[in-house]
């Protein structure tokens, strides 16, 4: 049997995204601007999991089985593998793996979008290890820091990949273009007999991952992006991933022929839990590639294979809208856009230029990662209404199954339902907790409630809307300025759509805090920009200095296409004077 070599990783930087929200500690004054009140928050219930959902292994033996000759999926290599053909092969490959890491309770994977790189995650989920995807865009000493904390000895990779990112894990590595000589006949022969033969109801005896099923089980470690701080380790459960894919499947109506793009990397929990979970448990098709940024490719394989679920930035989706073809996305259904604001402006070309509309949403890795999303039909909300589903400017409405709530973010005290505050969700999808960090963890997690970092409320029809990020807000002369209102007024001062503005700030010794604006093209001069600024409605304590403008080569970004914002303030800083 031959698993596959991933001898496609031609393009790794940049490649990633997960909408993580972070945990920032630091607290500020409350933000003074209520919306309309409602009666009571607005939530739609879960239904209970389907049959057999004990473990992500059980559910996709069960899904494996009922659709064996249907295509599971592919990649920009032109690998296919029908879910047969994954059972088997994963069946075998885990046989291996167990062999090679024994005991070990983690293990790492560090292999982009690929078909290979699924299998592996199947596979360990099969004999019961816990999958750590690690993060190959965040440098050596995340990476270091990522397989100390999981205790990992052994991780999955391919030479190509430590060839290109320059990155050597500790431990011993095990390289998938060495495995096809390293699995026997033996492997393959009971690989066939365990898929083929064994009664479903007889598959814990012959696999760990179906053995002592519990939905507390950890399912998988995934680190947060760090753009605020140190990474945390964010321990997912059976039940929060079975549940997030209960929830998507349940809100978005998931059609049977659904196609997902892969192109999100494994080590972010939209990547995790959409491309390989949601797609193998519920029979569904994915199509992967290993680079989000190689718009030609994911163009074709957007068309070639008519996807209809795409999940990205909207600094990927400005790149695609650019540089593919209309055409080639016309089969879109689902445009989920998430990890940062959608701009208007964006939002706009999007629609005019391929014809589809986008549809936001909102989650964090601590959330598995969906919290909330619009959809391109009409829902019925919490209150028996029914509306258009997709509501732009909002993040949509709130996954089945899950709560919100704002609090003062000084105080800590919760608000009235529909007041602006500290965005706080509840429900089955909440993570367990950070890694050993039990401090850490009580500070965002209390009551099943967790605190996101974001500002926001929910509106009178359930709709949740993201208001600011309260890192992305200064305090200056006592009054909260928010950054990315301050870069929507650039970017229209401009005239240019694409990301050339982005807002942090430094302290000053007069008003707290200051702003400076990070530039890679203005289109004139700071000074011209800033007059243009000073024509519109927006305030004048939020209007920058020309002489805050920092020229820089790029504006700096995450594997995940977020702003880094901690890359950001020291840029500011360097330039300060």
């Known amino acids: 049997m031959v698993v596959g070599s991933p001898n496609h990783l031609a393009a790794l930087d940049g490649c990633g995204m997960a909408p993580s929200c972070g945990t920032d500690s630091m607290m500020t004054a409350p933000i003074e601007k209520p919306s309309a009140q409602v009666e009571a928050a607005c939530s739609v219930p879960l239904p209970p999991l389907p049959p057999g959902w004990t473990s992500l292994a059980r559910a996709f033996v069960q899904s494996a089985r009922a659709h064996r000759g249907k295509v599971a999926m592919v990649d920009s290599t032109k690998a296919s593998l029908t879910y047969g053909e994954v059972l088997v092969r994963s069946l075998a490959l885990g046989r291996y793996l167990s062999r090679e890491v024994g005991s070990s309770k983690y293990v790492g994977v560090m292999v982009p979008p690929c078909v290979p790189a699924a299998v592996v995650n199947v596979a360990l989920a099969l004999w019961g290890k816990i999958a750590v995807n690690l993060n190959y865009a965040s440098g050596q ?51 066939l007999f ?12 012959f696999l760990p991952g179906m053995n002592d099923e519990r939905l507390s089980n950890i399912a998988t470690v995934i680190f947060t992006s760090g753009s605020t701080g140190d990474p945390k380790g964010v321990v997912l459960s059976q039940e929060n991933i079975l549940s997030n894919v209960h929830q998507v499947n349940s809100h978005l109506n998931l059609s049977d022929d659904e196609v997902v793009l892969g192109v999100l990397p494994f080590f972010h929990s939209f990547g995790y839990t959409i491309s390989i979970w949601t797609v193998l448990t519920l029979g569904k098709k994915v199509a992967f590639h290993s680079n989000p940024l190689d718009a030609k490719i994911v163009g074709e394989l957007c068309e070639k294979h008519k996807v209809t679920l795409m999940t990205a930035t909207p600094t990927f989706m400005r790149t695609y809208i650019q540089r593919c073809k209309a055409s080639q996305f016309s089969t879109l259904v689902h445009l989920l856009l998430g990890a940062e604001k959608l701009k208007p402006e964006l939002a706009r070309e999007i629609r005019e230029s391929i014809k589809i509309e986008p ?61 602006e505050g500290m965005v706080h969700i509840k429900g089955p999808q909440v993570m367990v907790g950070y890694l050993n960090k039990p401090a850490e963890t009580a500070v965002v997690l209390r009551d099943g409630w967790y605190r996101t970092g974001d500002l926001g409320y929910q509106d009178s029809d359930g709709f949740l809307h993201i208001t600011g990020r309260l890192s992305r807000f200064s305090k200056i002369g006592g009054e909260m300025v928010p950054h990315e209102k301050v870069e929507s007024a650039l970017i229209q001062a401009i005239g240019r759509i694409d990301q ?50 920092r020229k820089v080569d790029a504006i700096p970004v995450l594997a995940s296409g977020k702003i880094d914002l901690r890359r950001m303030k020291e840029l500011a800083l360097q330039g300060a004077g």
Not at 158 to 178: A, F, R
Not at 378 to 390: F, Q, R, S, W
């Open 359 to 419: 549809l936001e949403g909102y989650g964090c890795t601590e959330t598995s990662p969906v919290a909330s999303v619009n959809k391109p039909y009409p829902a019925v909300n919490c209150h028996g209404k029914t509306l258009e589903g997709n509501r732009p400017g909002t993040v949509g409405l709130l996954m089945p199954g899950t709560s919100v709530k704002t609090t003062n973010p000084e105080t800590g005290d919760d608000l009235a339902p529909g007041v």
């Open 500 to 549: 050339t503005v982005a807002v942090t700030s430094i302290p000053d010794p007069k008003r707290g805090e200051r702003l400076v604006v990070l530039y890679t093209d203005l289109g004139g001069t700071p000074e011209e920009i800033c007059r243009k600024m000073s024509a519109t409605d927006l305030p004048k304590l939020w209007l920058p200095s020309a002489s805050d403008f």
């Open 194 to 205: 365990v898929a083929r033969l064994v009664p479903t109801s007889m598959l814990g005896r």
């Open 141 to 191: 000493p995340v990476l270091d820091s990522a397989i100390g904390q999981c205790g990992i000895t052994h991780v999955v990779t391919s030479h190509k990949v430590v060839d290109k990112v320059q990155l050597t894990p500790p431990g011993t590595l095990i390289y998938l273009e060495d495995v096809k000589a390293k699995i026997t006949l033996a492997d393959k022969a009971w690989a």
